[in-house]
């Protein structure tokens, strides 16, 4: 039997999607509708996929996300397709999942710690939170943070509510300031051309029949419970968890001034990666043995053995590892040279000079 650990391992590599975001340059109108001027000549994502990797089946709705920016605020806009538009959740940070749902997830400085989860169901009715660190790293929810200066639309073509075949899709805009996401990093300056945030958007989506001409979620005759929700996201995180903000997706500030394919992951974010991996091992060496451990061919070895896609192939030279039984760093040097990257055994990644 497969061994299972309490941090699962992703099933799925370092491939993140990446996107760049355009800066401002049409008035903005909030309504919840990106068939406008303002969205009309900026990109979608790719299209949504299950949480868990193209490996699974192709969600039966399409989701793509745009977004913009200016010196103040980013812009979010997203049409979710489908006839299944319904919504129960009236009160302002209540559990929005219980409905269909689309969220957004920022972290703005990359170390995987302190970053902003914001929900909105078809009602409009939002939940915005913040996360000390991910579940897995014993994090907590912080439920009365508020994003203040939060704009939020959405626009239904079709009826909420009801089982109707002009029922299209239900579009969202969401405008969150700068100067509360910096507040999850060292500073609340707005980006500037060539900045990135790491970010992952997700759509929650329940089975659902018709009952009395309205939908209701489907039950599982044998449990009489609600089946699971399908979880849709940008970036897959290869696990029914969207708290791995270490493969959440790229999202770069541009100004216009260059090319967009000059936005590339920098070579250190890779070596993030690399230490994520031996974060991962130190985890199940944790669940086998009671403790952390400072061989770092132990921690390969784990690797190679319980999860190959994540084989560790750098060489020992280039890392250090102080470990005791319930604490570990690890670190090694950045592309540069001048300076050093380090994960602990909390999960959090550093950088410093």
Known sequence: MKQSFHIPLPAVDFAPPRYVCPRVV?????????????????????????????????????????????????????????????????????????????????????????YIEFEMNARNTVWDLLLSKPYRDNGKAINGYDIHGLQTAVHIDGKLNEVNSENQRWSVEVVIPFAEIGSCSYGNASPKDGDFYRVNFSRVQWKADEKDGAWAKRINPETNAPYPED??????????????????????????????????IPEDEKIKWELRKLYYAQQMHWDIHGCFTDSLDTLKDLLAAHSPKHAHTVSPADYTIAASAHQFEISCSNQAGDGVISIFADGKVCSYK
């Open 26 to 114: 049409k008035p903005f109108v909030l309504d919840g509708r990106l068939d406008k001027d303002f969205w009309a000549d900026v990109p979608f994502t790719d299209d949504f996929l299950d949480i868990e990797g193209d490996h699974m089946p192709t969600p039966r709705f399409r989701t793509r996300v745009k977004m913009q920016w200016d010196d103040k605020n980013l812009y979010i806009g997203a049409v979710l397709e489908g006839n299944e538009i319904w919504a129960h959740q009236t009160e302002r940070d209540c559990v929005i999942f219980q409905d269909n749902d689309f969220e957004i997830f920022i972290d703005p400085d990359s170390d995987t710690h302190v």
């Open 231 to 264: 979880n849709w996201v940008w970036a897959p995180t290869g696990v029914i968890n969207i708290h791995y903000p270490e493969l959440w997706g790229y999202v770069f500030f541009s100004d216009g001034s260059r090319d967009s394919s000059s936005y590339q």
